[in-house]
């Protein structure tokens, strides 16, 4: 094997966000870019000589060629075996079992995530460590650090490998095996599942519409759903993963998953109605006449795990992140469990689920997942309350009602207005943040903030610190207000604004969250000033 060295130049901005390094298709498509990213991850890596790595994505367009250039890339950096999902195709959370399964040292996962896709839209690369979950922060610091000072990557001279052909190849020495890409991860499913329960509940006439969004969980849909549970044709929806997402935007929100909404709202619904996102790691749960809001869908599944057969022992604990509503709180306290709060970014769970803290975590952005993988994973969310439906019997509208009788309804809602010129939000944010002190006492129309914060993160296991996740204003113990700029975009700034306002059992359970929430929006402006800022009367979504 002759090892090629290229000379190169560092980019800036390379400084992986919340989930690894995203950016515009023609931005990775520069000379040198994708390489420098990756040279940057393998040069971090240690012990990587003879170890195995995984690679995979969600298909969008552009993952092709970066997989081909990081399989070169990996033989020239001494890798012993590259395992590669057929077609390039991982989800997240499979692409997090495969590494944990076999014992990897880690995995690259090209994908932007929700992110559109296409020539003219989204790309991006995430390192996945060991244990199979977003690299920690100290991992990324020292990536970006590297991207500053990288002045050359390695490669071998070798052709592009068949992606599409399962089996084993040689690239530069290294064993390159393409897998089944489902195969590992719906075989796990089955050790958490009653597939024989949800099956039957399938077969009795239970329906369900599941849209893949044409985005990475069409295959493991089809496999799973309708093939192994027996749930009909065409109950999968865009279930082909394309390049550009079918020209659609694969955030599984009631904006861009609209049709899926109406047809659950119609009077031909389905019992039960999921979507999926670009790379198969966030999920959207509607019933029959009744939409789950994420954080919801975190409480109940929480407060119902124990019903299916891989959590039949009880949860260890609860963990969400610091925006996401605080109803599974309410569900830990009944259940006499820690919940623990953590910045945004499903990398803050890894440390509490490898100790053995948490068994189930959550995030306001329609990511849920628990212990099996270091990931959050929107198939396996989608088969939790497949299975909790089959025991409990009921239709999701009651399993809210009886959810909300128990323990409250925690009214909450995200508020995103995307494509603000960066100086802009950094204007807002700057201002909020020295403002914060002076907030407690201030009255806006009939609230009264009690407590304003900039949120910092001690790890309990290993001490680290993550400091300015996010400005909170607090009304007391019943509402509350929180202002983060978003790490997951490509082009300008992302601000969102989440607001929550609680009602116990005894309280109004069947309101309309924008009437409940019509104060706290108001409040939000005139504390943070977003229209003076912006000069946005109002948010692009609203989830």
Same mark, same amino acid.
């Given at each position: 094997?002759?090892?090629?060295? $290229?000379?190169?130049?560092?980019? =800036?901005?390379?400084?992986?966000?919340?989930? +690894?390094?995203?950016?515009?298709?023609?931005?990775? !498509?520069?000379?040198?870019?994708?390489?420098?990213?990756?040279?940057?991850?393998?040069? #971090?890596?240690?012990?990587?000589?003879?170890?195995?790595?995984?690679?995979?994505?969600?298909?969008? &367009?552009?993952?092709?060629?970066?997989?081909?250039?990081?399989?070169?890339?990996? /033989?020239?950096?001494?890798?012993?075996?590259?395992?590669?999902?057929?077609? +390039?195709?991982?989800?997240?959370?499979?692409?997090?079992?495969? $590494?944990?399964?076999?014992?990897?040292?880690?995995?690259?996962?090209?994908?932007?995530?929700?992110?559109?896709? +296409?020539?003219?839209?989204?790309?991006?690369?995430?390192?996945?460590?060991?244990?199979?979950?977003?690299?920690? @922060?100290?991992?990324?610091?020292?990536?970006?650090?590297?991207?500053?000072?990288?002045?050359?990557?390695? *490669?071998?001279?070798?052709?592009?490998?068949?992606?599409?052909?399962?089996?084993?190849?040689?690239?530069?020495?290294? *064993?390159?095996?393409? #897998?089944?890409?489902?195969?590992? &991860?719906?075989?796990?499913?089955?050790?958490?599942?009653?597939?024989?329960?949800?099956?039957?509940?399938?077969?009795?006439?239970?329906?369900?519409?599941?849209?893949?969004?044409?985005?990475?969980?069409?295959?493991?849909?089809? @496999?799973?759903?309708?093939?192994?549970?027996?749930?009909?044709?065409?109950?999968?929806?865009?279930?082909?993963?394309?390049?550009?997402?079918?020209?659609?935007?694969?955030?599984?929100?009631?904006?861009?998953?609209?049709?899926?909404?109406?047809?659950?709202?119609?009077?031909?619904?389905?019992?039960?109605?999921?979507?999926?996102?670009? =790379?198969?790691?966030?999920? %959207?749960?509607?019933?029959?006449?009744?939409?789950?809001?994420?954080?919801?869908?975190?409480?109940? %599944?929480?407060?119902?795990?124990? %019903?299916?057969?891989?959590?039949?022992?009880?949860?260890?604990?609860?963990?969400?992140?610091?925006?996401?509503?605080?109803?599974? =709180?309410?569900?830990? !306290?009944?259940?006499?469990?820690?919940?623990? @709060?953590?910045?945004?970014?499903?990398?803050?769970?890894?440390?509490?689920?490898?100790?053995?803290?948490?068994?189930?975590?959550?995030?306001?952005?329609?990511?849920?997942?628990?212990?099996?993988?270091?990931?959050?994973?929107?198939?396996?969310?989608?088969?939790?309350?497949?299975?909790?439906?089959?025991?409990?019997?009921?239709?999701?509208?009651?399993?809210?009602?009886?959810?909300?009788?128990?323990?409250?309804?925690?009214? &909450?809602?995200?508020?995103?207005?995307?494509?603000? @010129?960066?100086?802009?939000?950094?204007?807002?944010?700057?201002?909020?943040?020295?403002?914060?002190?002076?907030?407690?006492?201030?009255?806006?129309?009939?609230?009264?903030?009690?407590?304003?914060?900039?949120?910092?993160?001690?790890?309990?296991?290993?001490?680290? $610190?993550?400091?300015? !996740?996010?400005?909170?204003?607090?009304?007391?113990?019943?509402?509350?207000?929180?202002?983060?700029?978003?790490?997951?975009?490509?082009?300008?700034?992302?601000?969102?604004?989440?607001?929550?306002?609680? !009602?116990?059992?005894?309280?109004?359970?069947?309101?309309?969250?924008?009437?409940?929430?019509?104060?706290?929006?108001?409040?939000?402006? /005139?504390?943070?000033?977003?229209?003076?800022? *912006?000069?946005? *009367?109002?948010?692009?979504?609203?989830?």
């Amino acid at each position: 094997m002759t090892i090629l060295t $290229i000379a190169t130049t560092p980019f =800036d901005g390379q400084k992986p966000g919340t989930s +690894g390094l995203r950016k515009k298709v023609r931005v990775f !498509q520069q000379p040198n870019y994708s390489e420098n990213f990756i040279q940057s991850v393998f040069d #971090v890596v240690d012990d990587k000589d003879g170890a195995l790595l995984v690679i995979g994505g969600d298909g969008r &367009y552009h993952n092709r060629t970066v997989i081909q250039q990081a399989i070169r890339m990996a /033989a020239a950096n001494g890798f012993g075996k590259v395992m590669v999902g057929q077609g +390039g195709i991982l989800s997240t959370p499979a692409a997090s079992h495969l $590494i944990r399964h076999y014992k990897a040292i880690g995995g690259l996962v090209l994908s932007a995530s929700h992110n559109p896709g +296409g020539p003219d839209e989204d790309f991006g690369i995430k390192y996945n460590v060991a244990n199979g979950g977003p690299a920690p @922060e100290k991992v990324t610091e020292a990536i970006y650090a590297r991207t500053q000072t990288i002045d050359r990557w390695l *490669t071998v001279d070798a052709a592009d490998i068949d992606l599409d052909a399962i089996g084993t190849v040689s690239v530069g020495g290294m *064993t390159v095996e393409i #897998v089944d890409s489902v195969a590992d &991860y719906a075989a796990l499913m089955e050790t958490l599942f009653d597939f024989d329960a949800i099956g039957a509940m399938a077969a009795g006439g239970f329906t369900m519409a599941f849209d893949a969004m044409s985005a990475v969980t069409g295959p493991y849909a089809h @496999e799973i759903f309708e093939r192994r549970l027996g749930f009909a044709a065409g109950t999968v929806r865009n279930g082909t993963p394309l390049e550009d997402f079918g020209h659609h935007h694969p955030d599984p929100n009631l904006v861009h998953a609209k049709a899926l909404y109406d047809l659950m709202m119609g009077a031909d619904a389905p019992d039960f109605g999921a979507a999926s996102d670009g =790379d198969g790691d966030r999920n %959207l749960i509607i019933g029959k006449g009744r939409f789950v809001t994420p954080s919801d869908s975190l409480a109940m %599944l929480a407060a119902n795990a124990h %019903l299916a057969k891989g959590y039949a022992g009880g949860l260890k604990g609860i963990a969400r992140s610091m925006p996401t509503s605080a109803a599974a =709180d309410r569900v830990a !306290q009944a259940l006499g469990l820690p919940c623990y @709060e953590t910045p945004t970014g499903w990398k803050f769970f890894g440390n509490l689920l490898d100790a053995g803290l948490v068994t189930i975590c959550g995030e306001e952005s329609a990511g849920t997942g628990s212990d099996h993988v270091r990931e959050k994973d929107g198939v396996w969310a989608v088969l939790l309350w497949l299975n909790i439906l089959a025991v409990r019997r009921i239709p999701v509208d009651a399993l809210a009602r009886d959810h909300w009788a128990q323990f409250g309804r925690n009214y &909450y809602a995200r508020h995103d207005y995307e494509g603000i @010129e960066t100086d802009r939000a950094n204007a807002l944010m700057a201002e909020l943040t020295a403002s914060l002190p002076s907030l407690p006492g201030r009255s806006v129309g009939p609230l009264t903030v009690a407590a304003a914060d900039s949120f910092a993160y001690a790890d309990p296991v290993d001490g680290s $610190i993550s400091a300015n !996740q996010g400005l909170r204003v607090m009304f007391g113990d019943d509402a509350w207000i929180v202002f983060r700029l978003s790490g997951t975009g490509t082009e300008g700034a992302t601000l969102r604004v989440y607001l929550e306002t609680v !009602q116990g059992p005894d309280g109004v359970l069947d309101a309309e969250t924008p009437a409940m929430l019509a104060d706290l929006v108001t409040a939000a402006d /005139a504390i943070a000033g977003i229209a003076r800022h *912006t000069g946005r *009367t109002a948010p692009d979504v609203v989830t």
